[in-house]
């Protein structure tokens, strides 16, 4: 492993004398993709919430969270401020609500460019700009005097990303940062957050419960389970296999669920309890040149030898036959949506096309 840069040991968590977070040992180098799963509450996010000193007031939090040499648990406010967004940023699920609604998105990375930078005036602007160019928003010099609500979901998620790297942190933790967005957008949210570590250096910490998503993007995974976070166990992603004995249980909740079947089996939940989980892996069972984009959009296809089970109950198809789809309860036809948006005082005033002549209609069944 790279040097160490952050180490956990013996983080505990506790809640009105309810310890949620049992001892949790990890570490993470330089340079390193750790990625962090488990099945919903087993206590990912409160982990690095609580290494932050991001938890509130009523929490006791105790052991220890090292970074480099300076202790975190425990740490005063000034000490913790210089560390969160600067040294150690993170990437929240929910990108709407992390942003202030009520300020432009260039004047929030102005604060954290302002903060963590010491820069002013002229040069937060071009460095927003260039930041905002290096996560893909397109005509970034126009769009950083935009509030939050006149941005989709996806590019939310890269405001979010152009300011946790305003502070040019040594880690990177993403909160299941792609969970509020489509498929396609996805992939070039884990692209993107992947091609900004290679470039930078960063090392990164992903909480995700695809672990498909783990295994193409971490060079290590740490599994939490037994409840409430009472252990993690590191296993290399590339090997992970749900059915080995070494693979904890409880972490296969972490794995998407579908309704699989193996020819004419029973249907079952756990049906691929033996599949392996690797990189840019297609549904033929071969491997393909590349990973990013294509690799996460081909992870919903079936494996070989597994298909799914999709159309609804036998019943709702014969409904769905009778009716024929042909009573229409919705049409809309060329739908469009333009906004306007005016540089300057005295500026022209320019139209952004969102919608362009959209048709379809839903039709009853």
């Known amino acids: 492993m790279a040097s160490t840069r952050l180490t956990l040991s013996g983080l505990t968590v506790r809640f009105d004398g309810v310890t949620v977070l049992h001892g949790i040992d990890l570490s993470i180098g330089k340079g390193e993709a750790l990625g962090l799963v488990g099945e919903s509450g087993s206590g990912k996010s409160v982990t690095w919430l609580a290494a932050l000193g991001l938890l509130p007031g009523k929490a006791r939090v105790s052991g220890s969270a090292r970074l480099d040499d300076l202790e975190l648990v425990g740490a005063s406010p000034a000490a913790l401020d210089k560390v969160r967004g600067g040294r150690v940023a993170m990437i929240f699920q929910d990108p709407t609500s992390a942003l202030n609604p009520v300020l432009k ?16 005036g002229r040069a937060i602007k071009a460095e927003a700009k260039r930041l905002f160019d290096l996560v893909g928003i397109p005509d970034a010099e126009r769009r950083l005097s935009a509030y939050p609500h006149e941005f989709s979901g996806g590019q939310n998620q890269r405001v979010m ?22 498929v396609t957008i996805q992939a070039q949210i884990l ?7 290679r470039e930078m250096g960063m090392a990164l910490v992903l909480i995700s419960h695809d672990l498909g998503v ?8 740490a599994v939490m389970y037994a409840s409430a976070g009472r252990r993690a166990v590191r296993r290399a992603p590339a090997s992970l296999r749900s059915g080995s004995a070494e693979f904890p249980a409880a972490a296969r909740g972490a ?4 309704r699989l079947h193996s020819g004419r089996g029973a249907r079952s939940p756990r049906a691929a309890q033996g599949l392996r989980l690797r990189p840019a892996l297609h549904a033929g069972g071969r491997d393909l040149p590349g990973g990013g984009a294509r690799a996460a959009q081909r992870r919903d296809r079936p494996a070989r030898g597994l298909r799914v089970r999709a159309g609804g109950s036998r019943s709702r198809r014969r409904a769905r036959a009778r009716t024929g789809m042909s009573e229409a309860l919705l049409t809309a036809a060329d739908l469009s949506r333009t906004y306007g948006s005016r540089r300057g005082l005295f500026g022209a005033i320019t139209q952004v096309r969102a919608v362009n002549r959209v048709s379809f209609s839903l039709a009853a069944g």
Not at 191 to 196: E, F, S
Request: with cysteine; hydrophobic share 45%.
């Open 161 to 182: 990303i152009a300011m946790a790297l305003a502070g040019e942190p040594d880690i990177l933790v993403a909160d299941e940062p792609t969970t509020a967005l489509d």
């Open 214 to 221: 783990i295994a193409e993007t971490c060079d290590r995974v």
């Open 105 to 120: 998105v260039g004047t929030q990375i102005g604060e954290a460019l302002s903060l963590h930078r010491g820069l002013s």
């Open 255 to 258: 794995a998407p669920q579908a």
């Open 191 to 197: 692209d993107l957050i992947n091609t900004v570590r």
